[in-house]
């Protein structure tokens, strides 16, 4: 079972040893270039030295060895253009099936959740949810409901009453006098006398009438 949801480990180490030896043989055809191309390099020193030695038939034999040398590189530059070629097809190919077994896990994992989660479960659910709320909106309202001597007061009766007192609040208000607050003293300009408002001018006139009264009545 483990196996199928997290894919295949034997398959996987696989491909990992393959990559191993294949970049194990790419060194080690780096390696035999190398030294082909330094003997190809020395047969062509030797037959430079057979040349200003006059011996044209031992400069001749160099250059044919340094060209069965650089066939031979060109023959290994092959070889690991394909291994090349095949370390990036064997690398698509792991990267596929890993992609693979991924998507076969999630789907394992989706599989798995969804028949943990039955849809008559979830109805039920939904069901117990719904009588619970309205079972606790009864609770509510009972608890609000008016008892005992509350529960005979009249609502129509009680806003009647509420009106009266409104409209009542509002008549005293109309009947009350006018009251004007006191206005704060207005500043002229240097050489203009300052005039006091109408209302207070006679406010005073008349509490001087009054306190003549008051006097001449003693």
């Not at 066939?71 to 099936?97: C, P, S, W, Y």
């Not at 599989?111 to 849809?119: F, G, H, L, V």
């Not at 079972?135 to 409901?145: D, F, G, V």
Request: proline share 3%; net charge negative; glycine share 4%.
């Amino acid at each position: 079972m483990f196996t199928r949801i997290f894919g295949k480990p034997k398959q996987e180490t696989n491909a990992l040893a393959t990559l191993d030896k294949l970049n194990e043989t790419l060194e080690m055809l780096e390696k035999k270039e190398k030294v082909l191309l330094k003997k190809a390099a020395g047969e062509v020193e030797k037959a430079k030295e057979f040349t200003r030695a006059k011996n044209k038939r031992a400069a001749i034999q160099c250059l044919k060895r340094k060209r069965l040398y650089e066939q031979q590189v060109e023959q290994l530059g092959n070889f690991q253009l394909r291994i090349h070629d095949q370390m990036i097809l064997l690398e698509g190919a792991k990267a596929t099936t890993e992609t693979v077994d991924a998507l076969r896990t999630g789907a394992a994992a989706m599989k798995a959740m969804q028949k943990a989660t039955n849809i008559d479960d979830v109805d039920k659910t939904m069901d117990e949810i719904n009588e619970q709320t309205e079972n606790m909106k009864m609770i509510q309202e009972a608890l609000s409901t008016p008892i005992g001597a509350a529960a005979d007061f009249d609502e129509d009766e009680l806003e009647a009453e509420l009106e009266e007192l409104e409209g009542a609040e509002l008549e005293e208000q109309l009947l009350q006098p006018a009251t004007t607050a006191p206005s704060a003293p207005i500043h002229l300009p240097t050489g203009r006398q300052q005039v006091r408002p109408a209302a207070q001018q006679n406010k005073a006139e008349e509490d001087e009438l009054a306190a003549l009264q008051a006097e001449m009545a003693l």
